[in-house]
């Protein structure tokens, strides 16, 4: 207690961001770097893009800072009151409770009716090299 039975207080939490570890969902198999079909991972770096180090990028930090002041009042010889105020994240910063570490997503497009063989194509034949085109009407 300070001031005349007039206190305050404060609780400051701060800490850097945890590391994080891009990965790829959605890929067709088979694809190099050790992802096969989607969800199911297989291989060395489990999904993770091979060009990718494990824990490359970092997530945000925490920042937090809380107030508290109070008064305490005597009302008799054994009767106190103690009036408090609470200020929790003071300054209004937004913190991020977690990242989604998804870095790729493939989806590709497949038509809805997709033709089982490509239609054949034919092309007229050339005429012999003796052929020569007519010439031009005057």
Known sequence: MILDGWAFSTIVTMSTGQPVTPYITGAPQPLD???????????????????????????????????????????????????????????????????????????AAVPACAPAMPTPVSFPTLPPRSWRPPPPAT
Do not use: C, M
């Not at 199911?40 to 990718?52: D, F, I, S, V």
């Not at 800072?65 to 009036?83: P, Y």
């Open 33 to 107: 770097g050790g992802v096969s079909g989607g969800v199911a991972y297989a291989g060395a770096t489990n999904g993770r893009a091979g060009w990718l180090a494990r824990n490359s990028s970092t997530a945000p930090g925490f920042h937090n800072v809380d107030f508290r002041v109070g008064r305490q009042f005597s009302l008799g010889e054994r009767v106190k009151l103690s009036l408090i105020g609470e200020a929790f994240n003071l300054f209004n910063h937004t913190n991020v409770s977690g990242v989604s570490n998804t870095a790729f997503s493939y989806a």
